[in-house]
């Protein structure tokens, strides 16, 4: 599931649509650094997502036997999450600004890099 927000930067101002979330075919990765985002298809990835994938399934499962709360689930990163990230770094190298793409890095304003995003809820969109 994806999503599109508006969303303002507290830093300077500037406003852009943000996003985030990658889809069934695809994963969304981010530079650590500059918050740059890159799509990288599950095919693309071949043997490091499938093994991602059914750990991530393991996972589901348990999940389903408690409340799911996502928001905890992403500030606890697995470590196979870091396995997968290092496998995807060999695949998709590194941000133009030397920076690591990562699943989890936080959004960035695009003009500023700052982190200090206010999302608007209300004008999400859903894709995928
Ligand atoms: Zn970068
Ligand atoms: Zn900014």
Do not use: W
């Amino acid at each position: 599931m994806g999503t599109l927000s508006k969303t303002t930067c507290l830093q300077c101002g500037h406003t852009f649509v943000d996003r985030s979330g990658g889809g069934r075919l695809f994963h969304q990765f981010r530079c650590e650094n500059c918050g740059e985002s890159k799509f990288v298809s599950h095919k693309e990835l071949g043997e490091a997502y499938d093994r991602y994938a059914y750990k991530s399934i393991q996972d589901l499962f348990e999940e389903l036997q408690n409340e799911p709360n996502f928001e905890i689930e992403r500030e606890h990163e697995k470590d196979y999450e870091k396995d997968y990230e290092k496998d995807v770094e060999n695949i998709v190298g590194r941000c133009k600004c030397g920076g690591r793409y990562l699943l989890h890095a936080p959004s960035r304003c695009p003009k500023c890099h700052s982190t200090q995003l206010e999302r608007d809820d209300s004008d999400t969109i859903f894709y995928d």
